[in-house]
C-alpha cells in the first residue's frame, strides 16, 4: 500500500516537472504575464511561509487573529481561523456581534491561508476584514493545521478514509454551526473557490445548510469536469484511477515532505522555468500573478489530501455528472448507498431563493468555461433573476482569483457589492 502511494506522488511531481522543463516561459508565458515586477529568472527563496502561525502574523499587520477548533460529527478536529476586525478598527465599542460574518473555504491542495498570502490591500481575508465584515478562515481535514481526530492518528490509514463528499457532508457544517452560532445566530456569507465552490453546491443540492448561509460567492466554480483542458489534470485522472485498482482510498497524499519540497524549490529555481508554470501546467496561464506572491503560495503548497480524494476527483475528470464516491464495483455501491452506482448531486434541484455570484475566467483548465457554462445553464435556468449573477474574466485563470495582484478591482469590489446588497 505504502509503495502506491509513494510511487503515486513520485509520479505526479515527476510528470510535472517533465511538463515545466518541456515549456519556455520565456516566450509560453511572457506575453500573460502582467506582473508589477519582472519576474523571470528570480529565483523563490527557500524559507519557511511567513504565515505558518495566523495570529502573530496577522498582528504583525495589526490585525486581530483568534485560533479556534472545531470537532465535526466523525470526529475530525479542524483549525478555523478568525480576523474579528480590521487592523484600524477599535473594537472596544462591541460591533462584534453587528459585523456580518464571513466563512472562506480554500481549494484543493491549500488550506486557508490561501486568503492571505499578499499584502494587507491585496489579500481577499484582511480587504474583508478592514470592509467591515467579520472574517472566518476554514481549513479542511488533513491540511497541516487540521491533522487531529478524537481516535485516530494521521499515521492510521482510517484517519484518511474519505473524499470531498465527507468534507461536504461533515467540515463544511461543523464550521458554519460554529460560525453561526458564536456571532449571534447571524447567516454567514459564503466564499468558496475550486473545491470550496464543489462542497456548497453539493449541500444545497440537498437542501442542506440552507439556514446557516445568507448568500455564497463561488470563484471558480466546478462541479462537472470532463471537458478540462489541463494534460496535467488528465494525466494524474487516469493514474490514480489505477491506483484505485489496488486499493480503496485509506492513505494520504502528501507531497509535502523533504523530496517534494526540494522539486519544488528546484522548479522555481531554474533559470529555465519560472514559478507561474506550476501554475499553467495545472490550471491554465494565469495573467496577474507577482513573483513575491506566486513563491508565497509555491512554499505553503501543497498541502496533504486523502488518496481517495483524489480518485473521487479523478472519476469526475473520466465522468459525467457529479457523483458520489464510486467504489468501484455494485455489490460495495449497494452497501454504501443501497444502490449499484453512486448517487447524483442534483445541482438543478439547488433552491431558486439562494443569493449566488458565480465569477470563472476564460484561461482556467480545471473550471473551464465548457464545464462551468453546463453549470450555468444548470443553476439559471430556473433561479430567482434577482438572487444570481454571473461575472466572467475572459484572461483570469484558476490562482488569478485567489492572488492575482489586479483581483481586489475586478473581483473583490464586486463581490463586497454583491454582499451588501444580499
Known amino acids: 500500500m505504502i509503495l502506491h502511494i509513494s510511487m503515486a506522488a513520485s509520479l505526479f511531481l515527476m510528470s510535472l516537472l517533465m511538463l515545466l522543463l518541456d515549456s519556455n516561459p520565456c516566450t509560453a508565458l511572457s506575453w500573460r504575464n502582467n506582473s508589477l515586477v519582472d519576474d523571470i529568472g528570480i529565483p523563490c527563496p527557500v524559507s519557511p511561509h511567513p504565515f505558518t502561525m495566523c495570529k502573530s502574523e496577522a498582528e504583525a499587520y495589526g490585525y486581530p487573529c483568534e485560533d479556534h477548533k472545531v470537532t465535526t460529527e466523525d ?3 479542524l483549525s478555523l481561523k478568525r480576523i474579528p476586525h480590521g487592523h484600524d478598527t477599535d473594537n472596544s465599542t462591541g460591533d462584534e456581534k453587528t459585523r456580518q460574518p464571513i466563512l472562506l473555504f480554500h481549494g484543493l491542495f491549500v488550506d486557508g491561508v490561501s486568503w492571505l498570502l499578499g499584502t494587507p490591500d491585496q489579500s481577499l481575508g484582511f480587504i474583508l476584514a478592514d470592509g467591515g465584515f467579520d472574517v472566518w478562515l476554514a481549513n479542511t481535514r488533513g491540511t497541516n493545521t487540521s491533522r487531529k481526530h478524537t481516535s485516530l492518528s494521521p499515521k492510521n490509514p482510517a484517519f484518511w478514509d474519505w473524499s470531498w463528499d465527507q468534507i461536504a ?3 463544511l457544517p461543523a464550521v458554519l454551526e460554529f460560525v453561526y452560532h458564536h456571532t449571534g445566530r447571524q447567516k454567514v456569507h459564503y466564499i468558496g473557490h475550486s473545491l470550496g465552490t464543489l462542497i456548497i453546491l453539493a449541500a444545497f443540492s440537498e437542501h442542506k445548510l440552507l439556514h446557516l448561509v445568507r448568500s455564497a460567492v463561488l470563484l471558480c466554480p466546478i462541479a462537472y469536469l470532463s471537458r478540462t483542458r489541463s494534460d496535467l489534470t488528465r494525466l494524474a485522472a487516469k493514474m490514480f484511477m489505477a491506483e484505485a485498482a489496488h486499493f480503496i482510498g485509506l492513505h494520504e497524499f502528501n507531497p509535502v515532505g523533504k ?3 526540494e522539486l519544488l524549490a528546484k522548479v522555481c529555481g531554474d533559470p529555465k522555468i519560472d514559478c507561474h508554470d506550476v501554475f499553467s501546467a ?3 496561464p494565469d495573467c496577474c500573478l507577482n513573483k513575491s506572491t506566486t513563491c508565497a503560495f509555491m512554499l505553503h503548497a501543497p498541502q496533504p489530501t486523502s488518496m481517495r480524494n483524489l480518485i473521487h476527483l479523478s472519476q469526475m475528470v473520466r465522468n459525467e455528472g457529479v457523483r458520489r464516491y464510486d467504489y468501484g464495483n455494485a455489490k460495495e455501491n449497494m452497501k454504501h448507498y443501497k444502490q449499484p452506482r453512486p448517487p447524483l ?5 439547488i433552491p431558486t431563493h439562494v443569493p449566488m455570484l458565480l465569477t470563472h475566467g476564460g484561461q482556467d483548465f480545471l ?5 462551468t457554462r ?8 430556473n433561479h430567482d433573476s434577482d438572487n444570481i449573477e454571473v461575472q466572467y474574466l475572459p484572461d483570469y ?3 488569478d482569483f485567489v492572488i492575482a495582484y489586479n483581483a481586489p478591482r475586478l473581483v473583490y469590489e464586486p463581490m463586497v457589492d454583491f454582499f451588501q446588497r444580499h
Open 345 to 349: 448531486y442534483n445541482l438543478s434541484s
Open 282 to 284: 495545472l490550471a491554465g
Open 75 to 77: 470526529g475530525y478536529i
Open 397 to 399: 485563470a484558476h490562482a
Open 367 to 371: 473550471g473551464d468555461v465548457p464545464d
Open 374 to 381: 453546463h453549470l450555468l445553464k444548470t443553476l439559471v435556468r
Open 259 to 261: 523530496t517534494a519540497a
Open 169 to 171: 457532508e461533515y467540515d
